[in-house]
C-alpha cells in the first residue's frame, strides 16, 4: 500500500533527467532560525518547474526499511540499526500561491 502526501511550498534545487525519469531535488523552510530545511527527491514523467520556483506537490510515497549491520569502534561487537528509504512519485504540480494579506480562507 502506498500513501498519499501534500508538499506545499517547497522550492525546486536541482532536477536531472535520468533513465526515462525527471528526478528533482526540492527543500522545505526550516522550522525556525536554528534548524536546516529538509530535502526531498522527487521522480516524475517531466519536469516540475525552473530552479529557485516555489511549487505544491502532491504525490504517492514508498519505502523501505533494510538492516544494516556495524562493528563498534569501542567494543568490537557487532550491532545492528534500521537504513530507511523513502520515495516520491509525482501525480500533481502546480504553482505555489503565497496569500496575502485580506485573502479569505
Given amino acids: 500500500m502506498t500513501a498519499t502526501v501534500h508538499f506545499k511550498g517547497v522550492r525546486i534545487e536541482k ?3 535520468y533513465n526515462g525519469k525527471q ?5 522545505s523552510p526550516a522550522p525556525d532560525a536554528f534548524s536546516h530545511p529538509s530535502r526531498y527527491r522527487f521522480s516524475s514523467d517531466q ?4 530552479i529557485g520556483q516555489l511549487v505544491d506537490v502532491d504525490c504517492t510515497m514508498k519505502g523501505l ?4 549491520s556495524f562493528q563498534d569502534r569501542q567494543t568490537g561487537q557487532m550491532k545492528k540499526f534500521d537504513e530507511c528509504d523513502v520515495y516520491f512519485d ?3 504540480i502546480r504553482p505555489h500561491q503565497t496569500r496575502q494579506p485580506g485573502d479569505k480562507v
Fill in 65 to 68: 526499511v533494510r538492516e544494516k
Fill in 15 to 17: 532536477s536531472e533527467f
Fill in 90 to 92: 509525482v501525480f500533481g
Fill in 47 to 50: 519536469p516540475l518547474g525552473q
Fill in 23 to 27: 528526478f528533482t531535488v526540492v527543500s
